[in-house]
């Protein structure tokens, strides 16, 4: 029975093989050398399990356009129930076409995925504050959920140093019950800065309104004075001004996970080799018995 244990064995080795080299590889993408820094409130502990959970989930999401990043984050816990803070450094692996299209789609981005969740988010700030001395663009959003009963208070910094652009967001999520933390978390954002020094930080402009939300409005003219319009399909004008040196194509659809479809086709493999393997050992044993039978009946 040995060899059929190794069959067996051989046979879960390779799937568990295969579905976790998708995995692995996303871990080896996120060795990011720090580019940020943040003094966390005193007691505040990291959990290492969600840390590497928020990692996975923001390494799962496009940035800067959709090109390759690396991550890290952490997730803090106050030392009461009610305090959560959570840090991310997100930086380019090389510096995108458009630099400045791209740190304004990601900051924006921070603000964008909240009219996605409900009446029941309610956004109290949202500034964004570029400060040419720093070379740094900050964010402030502030929002809560009525659902959860939370305050979310975030920053995002966002620059370009080393031929690369990077993001650094930090946030405080706070429990109605627990407003008592919020000070001291707050606090803790305020130290939130990059690693790189204003020499090596490059000039970087990033727009205080949303990408393609100008091109958008003016898309559509309003009709002259007088007329209504006579159709809601597209229309053709006269361009004005230059052509522009950006094309905006539509990004892929995403790959689908073919993790559990290699699961189960490796168990459909190990069930085979079984059944095979077992049948195999069945023939064999019926010609051992049947030696002795044919020599006691030759005369």
Not at 67 to 81: F, K, T
Not at 176 to 203: F, K, M, Q, S
Request: aromatic share 4%; hydrophobic share 40%.
């Amino acid at each position: 029975m040995n060899w059929l244990r190794r069959s067996i064995v051989s046979g879960v080795l390779l799937v568990v093989a295969i579905t976790a080299a998708p995995t692995l590889a996303l871990a080896q993408e996120r060795e990011l050398e720090p580019v940020g820094k943040l003094t966390p409130p005193p007691g505040w502990q990291q959990d290492v399990g969600r840390s590497r959970g928020l990692e996975l989930l923001l390494g799962r999401e496009d940035h800067f356009g959709g090109v390759e990043v690396l991550v890290s984050a952490q997730h803090l816990r106050a030392p009461q129930a009610g305090g959560i803070l959570l840090t991310s450094e997100i930086a380019t692996v090389a510096l995108p076409p458009d630099p400045a299209l791209a740190a304004s789609t990601e900051l924006h981005g921070v603000r964008a995925g909240l009219d996605a969740l409900g009446d029941g988010v309610k956004v109290a700030r949202w500034d964004i504050a570029p400060d040419p001395s720093t070379r740094v663009t900050d964010g402030l959003l502030e929002w809560s959920d009525a659902s959860l009963g939370t305050t979310t208070i975030s920053r995002t910094l966002v620059f370009q140093t080393g031929g690369r652009l990077v993001r650094l967001t930090a946030e405080c999520i706070i429990a109605a019950d627990a407003g008592a933390l919020r000070a001291p978390c707050e606090a803790a954002l305020r130290t939130l800065a990059p690693l790189a020094d204003v020499g090596a930080r490059e000039p970087l402009t990033v727009s205080a309104t949303p990408p393609g939300a100008t091109a958008n409005a003016a898309a559509a003219p309003p009709p002259p004075e007088g007329e209504l319009p006579t159709s809601s399909g597209p229309t053709i004008r006269e361009r004005e001004g230059d052509m522009p040196v950006t094309i905006v194509v539509d990004k892929p659809k995403s790959k689908t996970d073919m993790r559990p479809y290699y699961l189960f086709g490796g168990l459909v493999v190990i069930l085979a080799v079984y059944l095979l393997n077992r049948r195999a050992r069945e023939r064999l044993d019926q010609k051992a018995e049947s030696k002795p039978e044919s020599k006691d009946e030759s005369p």
